[in-house]
Protein backbone atom coordinates (compact mmCIF):
# COMPACT_ATOMS: atom_id res chain seq x y z
CA UNK A 1 0.00 0.00 0.00
CA UNK A 2 1.49 3.35 -0.92
CA UNK A 3 1.86 5.86 1.87
CA UNK A 4 -0.74 8.09 0.55
CA UNK A 5 -3.44 5.41 0.24
CA UNK A 6 -2.39 4.34 4.19
CA UNK A 7 -3.61 7.96 5.31
CA UNK A 8 -6.47 7.74 3.64
CA UNK A 9 -7.20 3.93 5.49
CA UNK A 10 -6.22 5.70 8.64
CA UNK A 11 -8.60 9.45 8.24
CA UNK A 12 -11.22 6.70 7.67
CA UNK A 13 -10.44 4.36 10.65
CA UNK A 14 -9.90 7.44 13.58
CA UNK A 15 -12.69 9.45 11.76
CA UNK A 16 -15.18 7.17 10.29
CA UNK A 17 -15.77 8.73 7.24
CA UNK A 18 -16.70 6.92 4.06
CA UNK A 19 -13.44 7.22 1.84
CA UNK A 20 -14.36 9.14 -1.42
CA UNK A 21 -13.37 6.08 -3.72
CA UNK A 22 -16.80 4.48 -3.05
CA UNK A 23 -17.75 5.33 -6.87
CA UNK A 24 -14.94 5.55 -8.23
CA UNK A 25 -14.67 8.93 -9.21
CA UNK A 26 -10.68 9.37 -9.41
CA UNK A 27 -10.59 11.69 -13.00
CA UNK A 28 -13.80 13.13 -13.44
CA UNK A 29 -13.36 14.18 -16.82
CA UNK A 30 -15.39 11.52 -19.70
CA UNK A 31 -18.27 12.15 -20.88
CA UNK A 32 -19.63 8.54 -21.93
CA UNK A 33 -23.01 7.46 -22.60
CA UNK A 34 -25.15 6.69 -19.38
CA UNK A 35 -25.97 3.32 -18.84
CA UNK A 36 -27.70 1.18 -16.15
CA UNK A 37 -26.73 -2.26 -15.33
CA UNK A 38 -26.15 -3.96 -11.93
CA UNK A 39 -26.80 -3.01 -8.05
CA UNK A 40 -28.13 0.45 -7.37
CA UNK A 41 -25.64 2.94 -6.25
CA UNK A 42 -25.05 3.73 -2.52
CA UNK A 43 -27.44 6.03 -0.91
CA UNK A 44 -26.05 8.62 1.54
CA UNK A 45 -28.59 10.14 3.72
CA UNK A 46 -27.94 12.68 6.72
CA UNK A 47 -30.52 12.84 9.28
CA UNK A 48 -27.58 14.15 12.17
CA UNK A 49 -29.03 14.06 15.38
CA UNK A 50 -32.68 13.63 14.98
CA UNK A 51 -33.81 10.98 16.45
CA UNK A 52 -38.14 11.43 15.67
CA UNK A 53 -40.05 8.67 14.47
CA UNK A 54 -39.37 9.76 10.53
CA UNK A 55 -35.62 10.05 11.28
CA UNK A 56 -35.61 6.70 12.63
CA UNK A 57 -38.02 5.24 10.01
CA UNK A 58 -35.66 6.61 7.19
CA UNK A 59 -32.59 4.81 8.87
CA UNK A 60 -34.30 1.93 8.96
CA UNK A 61 -34.86 2.25 5.47
CA UNK A 62 -31.74 3.03 4.45
CA UNK A 63 -29.93 -0.26 5.98
CA UNK A 64 -32.98 -2.01 3.87
CA UNK A 65 -31.61 -0.46 0.70
CA UNK A 66 -27.90 -1.03 1.78
CA UNK A 67 -29.61 -4.69 2.01
CA UNK A 68 -30.66 -4.60 -1.43
CA UNK A 69 -34.02 -5.01 0.02
CA UNK A 70 -35.35 -1.98 -1.96
CA UNK A 71 -39.26 -3.16 -2.39
CA UNK A 72 -39.00 -2.92 1.38
CA UNK A 73 -37.24 0.09 1.91
CA UNK A 74 -39.16 2.17 -0.47
CA UNK A 75 -41.83 1.16 0.90
CA UNK A 76 -41.04 3.08 3.94
CA UNK A 77 -39.23 5.82 1.96
CA UNK A 78 -42.82 6.50 0.47
CA UNK A 79 -44.54 7.57 3.61
CA UNK A 80 -42.52 10.65 3.78
CA UNK A 81 -42.69 13.89 1.78
CA UNK A 82 -39.41 15.21 3.13
CA UNK A 83 -35.88 15.78 0.68
CA UNK A 84 -34.51 12.69 2.32
CA UNK A 85 -37.71 10.31 2.53
CA UNK A 86 -37.99 11.57 -1.81
CA UNK A 87 -34.11 10.59 -2.66
CA UNK A 88 -34.41 7.57 -0.40
CA UNK A 89 -37.72 6.68 -2.70
CA UNK A 90 -35.87 7.32 -6.08
CA UNK A 91 -32.98 5.57 -5.20
CA UNK A 92 -35.42 2.25 -4.32
CA UNK A 93 -37.00 2.67 -7.61
CA UNK A 94 -33.77 1.81 -9.65
CA UNK A 95 -32.83 1.82 -12.36
CA UNK A 96 -35.39 4.55 -12.80
CA UNK A 97 -33.91 7.13 -10.36
CA UNK A 98 -32.62 9.71 -12.48
CA UNK A 99 -36.08 10.99 -13.74
CA UNK A 100 -37.36 10.37 -9.93
CA UNK A 101 -34.67 12.73 -9.00
CA UNK A 102 -34.97 15.38 -11.64
CA UNK A 103 -38.58 16.06 -10.45
CA UNK A 104 -37.12 17.10 -7.27
CA UNK A 105 -35.90 20.48 -6.30
CA UNK A 106 -32.72 21.40 -7.95
CA UNK A 107 -31.99 23.62 -5.46
CA UNK A 108 -31.03 20.90 -2.94
CA UNK A 109 -27.56 19.56 -2.81
CA UNK A 110 -28.57 16.40 -1.15
CA UNK A 111 -30.62 16.32 -4.56
CA UNK A 112 -27.75 17.16 -6.47
CA UNK A 113 -25.42 15.18 -4.90
CA UNK A 114 -27.40 12.02 -5.13
CA UNK A 115 -27.77 13.05 -9.15
CA UNK A 116 -24.24 13.10 -9.35
CA UNK A 117 -23.49 9.70 -7.82
CA UNK A 118 -25.97 8.24 -10.39
CA UNK A 119 -24.55 9.60 -13.43
CA UNK A 120 -21.08 8.42 -11.82
CA UNK A 121 -22.35 4.81 -11.52
CA UNK A 122 -23.63 5.31 -14.90
CA UNK A 123 -20.86 6.20 -16.60
CA UNK A 124 -21.83 10.11 -17.65
CA UNK A 125 -18.96 11.05 -15.41
CA UNK A 126 -18.69 14.72 -16.78
CA UNK A 127 -22.23 15.51 -16.15
CA UNK A 128 -21.20 13.94 -13.03
CA UNK A 129 -18.86 15.95 -12.28
CA UNK A 130 -20.91 19.07 -12.65
CA UNK A 131 -23.67 17.50 -10.48
CA UNK A 132 -21.43 17.31 -7.76
CA UNK A 133 -19.85 21.07 -8.52
CA UNK A 134 -23.31 22.29 -8.06
CA UNK A 135 -24.04 20.37 -4.69
CA UNK A 136 -21.02 21.60 -3.01
CA UNK A 137 -21.83 25.03 -4.54
CA UNK A 138 -25.68 25.47 -3.40
CA UNK A 139 -25.66 24.51 0.02
CA UNK A 140 -22.09 24.77 1.29
CA UNK A 141 -23.12 24.58 5.48
CA UNK A 142 -24.55 20.85 5.06
CA UNK A 143 -23.01 17.16 4.58
CA UNK A 144 -24.23 16.56 1.46
CA UNK A 145 -21.89 19.04 0.20
CA UNK A 146 -18.94 18.28 2.07
CA UNK A 147 -19.25 14.77 0.46
CA UNK A 148 -19.74 16.01 -2.59
CA UNK A 149 -16.49 17.73 -2.03
CA UNK A 150 -14.93 14.88 -0.96
CA UNK A 151 -15.55 13.16 -4.62
CA UNK A 152 -14.54 15.79 -6.82
CA UNK A 153 -11.16 16.26 -4.36
CA UNK A 154 -10.12 12.17 -4.68
CA UNK A 155 -6.78 13.21 -3.74
CA UNK A 156 -7.46 14.43 -0.30
CA UNK A 157 -8.34 12.33 2.69
CA UNK A 158 -12.18 12.42 2.83
CA UNK A 159 -14.46 14.83 4.83
CA UNK A 160 -12.69 17.72 6.32
CA UNK A 161 -10.35 17.82 9.68
CA UNK A 162 -12.53 18.27 12.86
CA UNK A 163 -11.14 20.39 15.88
CA UNK A 164 -9.92 18.39 18.86
CA UNK A 165 -10.89 20.86 21.93
CA UNK A 166 -8.25 20.35 24.40
CA UNK A 167 -10.82 20.04 27.38
CA UNK A 168 -13.06 16.51 27.72
CA UNK A 169 -16.99 16.74 27.05
CA UNK A 170 -18.87 18.76 29.42
CA UNK A 171 -19.69 16.41 32.26
CA UNK A 172 -23.10 17.81 32.64
CA UNK A 173 -23.94 16.59 29.21
CA UNK A 174 -22.93 13.65 29.59
CA UNK A 175 -26.07 11.81 30.00
CA UNK A 176 -28.11 14.42 27.98
CA UNK A 177 -29.17 13.03 23.95
CA UNK A 178 -27.15 14.26 20.81
CA UNK A 179 -30.07 16.82 20.11
CA UNK A 180 -29.93 18.17 23.54
CA UNK A 181 -26.57 18.39 23.99
CA UNK A 182 -26.32 20.26 20.46
CA UNK A 183 -28.92 22.85 21.98
CA UNK A 184 -27.39 23.51 25.33
CA UNK A 185 -23.91 23.92 23.74
CA UNK A 186 -25.47 26.21 21.37
CA UNK A 187 -26.54 28.77 24.85
CA UNK A 188 -23.18 28.72 26.64
CA UNK A 189 -20.36 31.40 26.13
CA UNK A 190 -17.48 29.73 27.75
CA UNK A 191 -14.95 29.43 25.25
CA UNK A 192 -14.40 25.93 26.13
CA UNK A 193 -18.50 25.50 25.28
CA UNK A 194 -17.60 27.56 21.79
CA UNK A 195 -14.93 25.16 20.76
CA UNK A 196 -17.07 22.31 21.76
CA UNK A 197 -20.15 23.85 19.77
CA UNK A 198 -18.02 24.63 17.12
CA UNK A 199 -16.44 20.59 17.04
CA UNK A 200 -19.81 19.13 17.48
CA UNK A 201 -21.22 21.46 14.59
CA UNK A 202 -17.96 20.23 12.22
CA UNK A 203 -18.99 16.12 13.02
CA UNK A 204 -22.94 17.57 11.80
CA UNK A 205 -21.55 18.58 8.56
CA UNK A 206 -21.60 22.58 9.13
CA UNK A 207 -18.51 23.70 8.71
CA UNK A 208 -19.49 26.85 8.01
CA UNK A 209 -21.79 27.39 10.71
CA UNK A 210 -18.36 25.71 12.82
CA UNK A 211 -16.25 28.25 11.49
CA UNK A 212 -18.76 31.12 12.72
CA UNK A 213 -18.85 29.64 16.41
CA UNK A 214 -14.67 29.36 16.42
CA UNK A 215 -14.79 32.94 15.53
CA UNK A 216 -17.06 33.63 18.21
CA UNK A 217 -14.34 31.81 20.21
CA UNK A 218 -11.65 34.28 18.92
CA UNK A 219 -13.36 36.61 20.57
CA UNK A 220 -14.10 35.72 23.88
CA UNK A 221 -10.33 34.70 24.19
CA UNK A 222 -8.36 36.55 21.14
CA UNK A 223 -4.88 36.01 22.36
CA UNK A 224 -5.71 31.98 22.99
CA UNK A 225 -3.65 29.39 21.08
CA UNK A 226 -6.73 27.18 21.16
CA UNK A 227 -8.98 29.90 19.55
CA UNK A 228 -6.93 30.61 16.97
CA UNK A 229 -6.45 26.70 16.16
CA UNK A 230 -9.94 26.30 15.59
CA UNK A 231 -10.43 29.31 13.98
CA UNK A 232 -7.67 28.09 11.27
CA UNK A 233 -8.64 24.81 10.84
CA UNK A 234 -12.13 25.61 9.84
CA UNK A 235 -10.94 27.77 7.02
CA UNK A 236 -9.33 24.51 5.57
CA UNK A 237 -10.56 24.20 1.85
CA UNK A 238 -9.76 21.68 -0.56
CA UNK A 239 -9.57 23.95 -3.25
CA UNK A 240 -7.69 26.18 -1.37
CA UNK A 241 -4.79 25.30 1.08
CA UNK A 242 -3.66 28.40 2.00
CA UNK A 243 -7.17 29.36 3.70
CA UNK A 244 -5.95 27.36 6.68
CA UNK A 245 -2.26 26.69 6.33
CA UNK A 246 -1.31 30.40 6.06
CA UNK A 247 -3.07 30.92 9.99
CA UNK A 248 -2.18 27.74 11.11
CA UNK A 249 1.47 27.88 10.36
CA UNK A 250 2.49 31.26 11.74
CA UNK A 251 1.02 29.85 15.44
CA UNK A 252 3.83 27.52 15.83
CA UNK A 253 5.91 30.32 15.69
CA UNK A 254 4.19 32.76 18.12
CA UNK A 255 2.75 29.56 20.32
CA UNK A 256 5.82 27.37 19.84
CA UNK A 257 5.06 25.31 23.45
CA UNK A 258 1.11 25.11 22.62
CA UNK A 259 0.19 21.10 21.96
CA UNK A 260 -2.75 22.21 19.87
CA UNK A 261 -1.00 23.99 17.21
CA UNK A 262 1.48 21.09 16.12
CA UNK A 263 -1.78 18.29 16.67
CA UNK A 264 -4.27 20.61 14.42
CA UNK A 265 -0.84 21.42 12.05
CA UNK A 266 -0.12 17.72 12.00
CA UNK A 267 -3.97 16.74 10.92
CA UNK A 268 -3.77 18.80 8.05
CA UNK A 269 -0.86 17.60 6.91
CA UNK A 270 -2.71 13.86 7.13
CA UNK A 271 -5.44 15.46 5.34
CA UNK A 272 -3.30 16.10 2.21
CA UNK A 273 -1.53 13.47 2.37
CA UNK A 274 2.09 14.96 4.00
CA UNK A 275 2.90 11.74 6.00
CA UNK A 276 6.23 12.26 7.04
CA UNK A 277 5.68 16.10 8.07
CA UNK A 278 2.58 15.01 9.37
CA UNK A 279 4.59 12.61 11.51
CA UNK A 280 6.79 15.49 12.48
CA UNK A 281 4.36 17.74 13.60
CA UNK A 282 2.45 15.09 15.62
CA UNK A 283 5.74 13.48 17.20
CA UNK A 284 6.13 16.99 18.48
CA UNK A 285 2.62 17.18 19.44
CA UNK A 286 3.10 14.33 21.26
CA UNK A 287 6.16 15.08 23.44
CA UNK A 288 4.50 18.50 24.41
CA UNK A 289 2.31 16.43 26.81
CA UNK A 290 1.98 12.27 25.96
CA UNK A 291 -0.65 11.84 28.63
CA UNK A 292 -2.95 14.80 27.34
CA UNK A 293 -6.01 14.22 25.46
CA UNK A 294 -4.45 16.21 22.17
CA UNK A 295 -1.32 13.56 23.25
CA UNK A 296 -3.29 10.45 23.24
CA UNK A 297 -4.82 11.14 19.93
CA UNK A 298 -1.25 12.15 18.21
CA UNK A 299 -0.39 8.74 19.77
CA UNK A 300 -3.78 6.97 17.37
CA UNK A 301 -2.05 8.37 14.26
CA UNK A 302 1.55 8.05 14.60
CA UNK A 303 0.94 4.23 15.73
CA UNK A 304 -1.03 4.28 12.14
CA UNK A 305 1.58 6.46 10.14
Avoid at 28 to 44: I, M
Amino acid sequence: MSPRARIWTIVAALCAVAVAATLGLVAVTRDEPATVAGDPPPLFLDLGVRDDAEARDLRRASSLFAEGRLDAARSIFDRYRSPEGRIGAAFASWPDTMSALEALPQSSSAVRLHEGIVLAATGAERAARTELEAAARLEPDTPYAVRADDFLHPRFAPGLPLFVPSDPFPAALANRSPSEQIALLAHLRTKSARLHYGSALQRLGMPLSARRVFDDAVRLAPDDPETLTAAALSRFDKDELAAAFSRLGPLTRRFPRAQTVRFHLGLLLVWIGDAAEAKRQLGQARALGPETRLGREAKRFLDRL
